[in-house]
């Protein structure tokens, strides 16, 4: 799943070990999410938005990824 935290983390100058300590995981963890091979938990996602002081929605880019699987159905 597409999210925004690595643009988000940038533009607030932390380090993903940084990231990970505020919102409890490893930095494992934050590049995984970053590189789109994890989808964070709900609680996951609303801590990051906390921290980033977005919606989850915007977090997680939602109206896009929901476009995007929307459309793999439409080829079934």
């Not at 300590?21 to 963890?29: A, E, F, G, I, L």
């Not at 999410?33 to 938005?49: G, V």
Request: proline letters at 1%.
């Amino acid at each position: 799943m597409k999210t925004k935290v690595k643009e988000l983390r940038t533009a607030a100058k932390m380090t993903q070990q940084q990231l990970a300590d505020v919102v409890h995981v490893s930095s494992r963890t934050i590049i995984s999410i970053e590189k789109e091979q994890y989808s964070p938990s709900l609680m996951l996602a609303y801590r990051l938005a906390q921290v980033f002081n977005v919606t989850v929605e915007d977090l997680c880019c939602l109206k896009e990824n929901k476009e995007l699987e929307d459309s793999q159905y439409e080829d079934l």
